[in-house]
C-alpha cells in the first residue's frame, strides 16, 4: 500500500502522461523536440563563432576554397552533433517509455492486490456478523 501511495504523489501523473502516447510516438515527439532544441543551440553557436572571427580579422577576405571548406566543416559538424543527439535521445526517451509502463503495471498491480485484501477482509467480517447473529 505504501508504494502505491508513493507512486500516486510522486511519479502518477508523469508516468500517466507518457503511458497515453505509443512507444513510437513518443520517442518522436520528443525526439522532434530535442533535435529542433540542437539545430537552434549549433546555429547559434556557429553565428557566434562566425561572427568573432569577422571582428578578430576586419578584412578577413577568403577565396571560394576556403568558403566552401569552412561550410563543409560546419555541416559535418552539425550532422556529427545531430546524429549524436538522435542516438542518444532514441535510447533515453524509448527507455524513459519502458520505465513508466513498467511503472503503472505495478502501481495496477498493487491496487488489484489492495482490492483482493479489501474484499477478503469484508467477507471474513460478513461471515464473523453472521456467526455471531446466529
Known sequence: MTKAAVFEQKEKKR??????????DYILSRMLLVLLSVSV???????????????????????????????????????????????VSHKYYGEK????CRDVKEYLRTL???????????KAQRTVRTTITA
Do not use: P, T, W
Open 15 to 24: 508516468a500517466l502522461r507518457i503511458v497515453n502516447y505509443r512507444r513510437r
Open 41 to 87: 543551440a549549433y546555429a547559434v553557436l556557429i553565428a557566434a563563432i562566425l561572427f568573432m572571427i569577422i571582428m578578430a580579422y576586419e578584412s578577413l577576405v577568403l577565396n571560394v576554397g576556403e568558403m566552401i571548406l569552412i561550410i563543409a566543416g560546419i555541416l559535418i559538424g552539425y550532422g556529427l552533433v545531430l546524429a549524436f543527439y538522435y542516438v
Open 97 to 100: 517509455h519502458v520505465k513508466a
Open 112 to 122: 488489484k492486490n489492495i482490492e483482493k485484501i479489501d474484499r477478503d477482509q469484508e
